[in-house]
């Protein structure tokens, strides 16, 4: 879900290519990709692609008038090139209208991934409601101050149409405030869409149900005993400050863990890891911080943090701060990929935000994740787990990458359609690959998310047999109802379809758990594993999904990153056309009417 706490942060987020105006460009990692090696390489690369676009204005839907600004920039080992477009129309940046330009090595154009199948230009060019009106329309209806508003063409649900973007903060509209970004049709000046701009774990259904229930998530926790290997060290040699040093945390729920800190002085430290770009945890103090300037600092004289207990402030830090360095670890092992935004820059954490905040979020406004500390009734605990950790984080990554939004959201902020499923089954697939790397045995991992939480069914979400979640009503298989299911219970689909070409169908025990995962059509199928399910995913979504990606384009994606990695007579590219098939997504049932 999505819902911004910090309201007023701008942070830069990349490094601007004057000759290029690549803002917030990603270069692959050598995990997945290489990078180029000077501006002038980058700028030949997003030329080409751009002159493509508008040469194959046909297949791309380009046209006079649009313009087109790189996002990303990425180049495969085997020579393709990648570049991803956000599009303005007349001078109006587009809603809906981005796309991935695919070019071969010889920068020749070989494809488009699009959001928009239609032009994007609107009908009607003049606007008949003010932009005061539409400030006033969007403040009323997100219970907030307006903040900016700038006219757009909305091009998305299948037809464009001139609007007002505004952006809102402080809105009252859910739990501890927030920003929302409302769309105001300019020419009728009815809500076209109402927002909230950061991702939440917990949906506004789930915690309904969880209270109607009178379930309460009082996770366990505890701690193990300190292995010698993390005992708190000094850095060596001259004293020269700051100067990353190795200590010690004592966290809620993954036993006791190895932090790299900062020694600041030479008995003082403070919770910020410079071997991971900066990446620091910070303190709210139950308030909600208008930056993360304003956090309190976690410091120490012995670089030991936290004592495993909530009544330490210290110890929900060591869990968010272990989460978010595992994460990112992750993500560049396995894919080469420098931070959330692939821009080199850490990621950061609040713990103890807000006051009673039952709840755990990703912002992108600041690149922060912030956790509340519960309720104190339903919610005992602060949200800090690692997988929700990894799995709020991966939201980051899609909002850089793909950028998959929901086709709806309700008056309680719950949204709906297969664009916003897909983005939380992303999440819970790499934040169980999160588990999976970390390879915690106080944290074990498996293919369940939100196991750690203390809920009755054991788990939230689970991606053998995603049905076995209840409190979310969470989906095997695709029909055409799913285009318009909820997320968490929609994000199942796509989420079995991972499993199974990871794992295969039917019944297995990897690890502590016992899986059974069944199949639509009764046909069994057999996994390739999980290394290979994980890269064909990452590779699908930073190179062939866009922001109206639904399970059908998903398929097609996949397919496309299989092709790519293993060749198209592959046993791994017959088993994504299989798993999809297993969940019933094929290409003969793909609806006609879409985007």
């Known amino acids: 879900m999505r819902r911004a706490h910090i309201r007023s942060l701008a942070v830069a987020v990349a490094v601007t290519t004057a000759a290029t105006g690549l803002t917030g460009t990603a270069f692959a990692g050598p995990a997945t990709g290489i990078e180029p090696t000077s501006a002038a390489v980058a700028s030949s690369i997003v030329d080409a692609a751009r002159a493509a676009a508008f040469a194959h204005a046909a297949a791309t839907g380009v046209a006079p008038g649009d313009e087109l600004r790189a996002q990303d920039v990425l180049i495969d080992p085997e020579g393709a090139r990648h570049v991803r477009f956000v599009r303005a129309h007349r001078g109006m940046p587009v809603l809906g209208g981005d796309l991935v330009v695919h070019l071969t090595e010889r920068l020749k154009y070989a494809g488009v991934t699009r959001a928009a199948d239609h032009s994007v230009a609107p009908a009607a060019t003049e606007a008949q409601v003010s932009d005061r009106q539409a400030e006033e329309k969007a403040a009323d209806v997100a219970q907030g101050s307006v903040k900016s508003v700038e006219l757009v063409v909305d091009a998305r649900r299948g037809a464009s149409a001139l609007a007002y973007e505004v ?61 010698s290997s993390l005992a708190a060290t000094p850095a060596p040699g001259a004293a020269r400050y700051p100067a990353p040093a190795t200590g010690t945390g004592t966290s809620l729920f993954a036993g006791k863990v190895a932090l790299t800190t900062t020694r600041t002085a030479r008995t003082s430290y403070v919770l910020k890891d410079p071997s991971r770009w900066g990446t620091e945890t910070r303190d709210a103090k139950g308030t909600e911080p208008t930056s993360f300037a304003r956090g309190k600092t976690f410091t120490s004289t012995t670089n030991k943090w936290g004592n495993g207990t909530v009544a330490n402030r210290a110890s929900a830090a060591v869990d968010a701060q272990y989460g978010i360095t595992k994460t990112l670890d992750f993500y560049k092992k396995t894919f080469g ?74 008056a309680q902020g719950n949204q709906y359609g297969e664009p916003g499923s897909l983005n939380e089954s992303l999440a819970d697939i790499f934040g169980s690959a999160v588990e999976f790397s970390a390879n915690n045995p106080k944290n074990p991992p498996n293919y369940l998310v939100g196991e750690k939480l203390g809920l009755d069914q054991k788990f939230l979400r689970r991606l053998d047999r995603p049905s076995l979640d209840v409190l979310e009503g969470a989906i095997d298989y695709w029909s055409p109802a799913v285009y318009d299911a909820e997320v968490h219970a929609g994000s199942g689909v796509s989420s079995h379809a991972y499993y199974l070409l990871a794992e295969g169908s039917g019944r297995k025990r990897i690890g502590t758990v016992t899986y059974d995962s069944p199949t639509y059509d009764g046909l069994p199928v057999k996994g390739i594993g999980r290394a290979k399910a994980t890269a064909i995913f990452y590779r699908a979504l930073t190179r062939y999904m866009v922001s109206t990606t639904d399970f059908h384009d998903a398929r097609t994606a996949t397919l496309k990153a299989a092709k790519d990695l293993h060749g198209l007579n592959s046993t791994e590219y017959k088993t994504v056309n299989r798993a999809w098939a297993a969940v019933n997504v094929t290409k003969a049932n793909t609806p006609a009417d879409r985007h």
């Open 337 to 410: 990929r420098k931070g959330i935004k692939n821009d080199g820059k850490g990621a950061r954490a609040l713990v103890h935000f807000g006051n009673k905040v039952a709840n755990a979020f990703w912002d992108p406004s600041c690149g922060c994740m912030l956790y509340g500390d519960g309720d104190g009734e339903m919610f005992k605990k602060p949200l800090v787990v690692l997988d929700v950790t990894g799995h709020e984080l991966t939201h980051g990554v899609v909002d850089a990458t793909a950028r998959l939004e929901p086709t709806r959201v309700d």
């Open 167 to 227: 952006h809102v903060s402080g809105s009252d509209t859910a739990d501890g405030g927030g920003s929302r970004t409302v769309v105001i049709d300019a020419r009728t000046g009815k809500v076209r869409s109402n927002t909230p701009d950061s991702e939440e774990f917990l949906s506004p259904d789930l915690v309904d149900t969880l209270r109607e229930r009178g379930e309460t998530l009082d996770p366990a926790t505890g701690t193990a005993p300190e292995p």
